[in-house]
């Protein structure tokens, strides 16, 4: 799961994140460079994405990359949609404003026109995109139920959310599951079974497929805690460690951790 997103909102707002990844940013890094997870997201957006694109003909394409982090992975999308600079609007919304500046500056070749940069979805966005792209960012938004309804108000007539999102049948989210029954707290972050709870209540039907990668690295403890504090942050401090430590033992193969690992999609017209 991608999780450059930032927690720590000064602010009212009812989309921000519950996990602060600045102090892990060097774990993150470490899960980016050991999986492969990018490129199969990459794989599941590169059809429903041009479809909004050639929908749009000649006209802009307004879209909205929520929960962008430091704009790594939005510049290889933006290389596989192809969009042309000046057709493209863009609007960033994350929260952390190091990660967000470090977008706008990434981004700015795929534009001739200003960035828009926010740290939340703007009040005023209803109808305002033809594309918003959530990718593994759901997980950390507080007020779960009233943010998802407004991304979906947010996108225009013909336009589609993506959002990558996984639910139990991802083995790190698992794994998030057995480490915080060893903290004894129940699992703060949301999961797509959520997701598809809030769909069905409100009568909007979602297809999309799942995205399968792996996770590969050397098997040592300090790289298995890299993968650990990756997933709790600072909580990962408190983890009994033998306990937590021996979650990867199924993955365990010849001096290294290797990890099949698979997520949903969820495409949404509006």
């Known amino acids: 799961m991608r999780r450059s997103r930032e927690a720590g909102y000064h602010r009212r707002v009812s989309d921000s994140p519950a996990k602060d990844f600045g102090p892990i940013r060097d774990d993150y890094a470490f899960f980016e460079s050991h999986s492969d997870e990018a490129e199969s997201d990459l794989a599941q957006y590169r059809e429903p994405a041009s479809v909004v694109l050639r929908a749009r003909g000649a006209q802009p394409l307004r879209l ?7 704009g790594g992975f939005s510049v290889r999308f933006l290389r596989q949609l192809d969009c042309s600079p000046a057709q493209l609007h863009l609007t960033l919304v994350e929260p952390q404003r190091l990660y967000r500046e470090a977008a706008a500056t990434a981004l700015a070749p795929f534009t001739t026109r200003p960035i828009a940069s926010h740290t939340a979805l703007p009040d005023d966005s209803r109808g305002a995109f033809d594309l918003i792209v959530a990718n593994h960012c759901l997980y950390y938004v507080t ?5 998802v309804p407004r991304l979906l108000q947010a996108i225009a007539p013909g336009g589609t959310l993506l959002a990558a999102f996984a ?5 790190l989210l698992r794994m998030w599951d057995a480490c915080f029954a060893l903290l004894g707290e129940p699992m703060p972050y949301h999961t797509a079974e959520e997701l598809d709870a809030l769909l069905a209540r409100m009568g909007r039907v979602a297809s999309g497929g799942r995205a399968p990668f792996r996770l590969r690295f050397p098997d040592t403890p300090g790289d298995r805690w890299r993968i650990l504090r990756f997933l709790l942050a600072e909580r990962a401090a408190r983890l009994p460690a033998a306990a937590a430590l021996a979650l990867f033992d199924p993955y365990a193969r010849a001096g290294r951790i290797d990890m099949p690992i698979e997520h949903r999609h969820f495409v949404v017209n509006a």
């Open 143 to 147: 007020s779960f139920a009233d943010v």
């Open 64 to 70: 909205c990359d929520f929960g962008c982090g430091p």
């Open 167 to 171: 639910g139990r049948e991802n083995a």
